[in-house]
């Protein structure tokens, strides 16, 4: 399973927990063997207690192998330093990277793509990844798919007003990945707070 750009924060706990609910529920349901985040776990490089307690505690209760991926935005302070690093020591199961290769089958990364048609500032062409048969990319936080073979998943749950509130907030889940015929399945999230609009009539 793959889910991401969860940007835990103090105020928005509550949801975040009831999202990691649902997604241990649907780890267990869908009997995942691997689980993959996408980055941007935090909101920002210095977390508090209480945002290194919602993760630790989500990343404890998942038995399988876990790849956490350690983006370079929000929170790492430099290419090789992140709040991320420390997670690798709680459980023999975690992996810590900043991207995830599997030979030629699986690409897993946190960054946008050029060619995206929903966000702006793609700092990669998907030419560059065109060997690589699956590609699932965090840090964009509207899901996209980008043929022939990138998925921008997008956030598990609505993070700013720049989003598309018409597009819904998925994980991916994948059957066979290293078949050159992979089962892909992108259950949509249940449980995330919808994005309200607010139009000011100048006025107010």
Request: glycine residues 6%.
């Amino acid at each position: 399973m793959f889910a991401g750009d969860f940007h835990i924060r103090e105020n928005d706990l509550e949801e975040i927990c009831k999202i990691f609910e649902e997604l241990l529920s649907l780890i267990s349901k869908a009997q995942i063997s691997k689980v993959f985040i996408t980055g941007d776990s935090f909101d920002k490089i210095t977390p508090t207690s209480l945002e290194l307690d919602c993760l630790s505690n989500f990343l404890s209760a998942i038995k399988c192998p876990v790849v956490l991926i350690a983006a370079n935005s929000h929170e790492s302070t430099t290419q090789e330093q992140s709040i991320i690093n420390h997670f690798g020591i709680l459980k023999d199961n975690i992996t810590v990277c900043k991207e995830y290769i599997e030979n030629n089958t699986l690409f897993v990364g946190h960054f946008g793509i050029t060619q995206s048609a929903l966000s702006r500032g793609g700092t990669v062409d998907k030419k560059e990844l065109s060997s690589y048969r699956n590609v699932i990319l965090g840090h964009f936080h509207n899901y996209e798919l980008i043929q022939p073979n990138i998925c921008q998943l997008g956030s598990v749950r609505y993070i700013d007003s720049g989003e598309d509130t018409s597009i819904v907030k998925r994980v991916a889940i994948c059957y066979d990945v290293e078949s050159k015929k992979p089962h892909w399945k992108f259950p949509a999230i249940k449980s995330c707070y919808p994005m309200i609009n607010c139009i000011l009539d100048g006025n107010s």
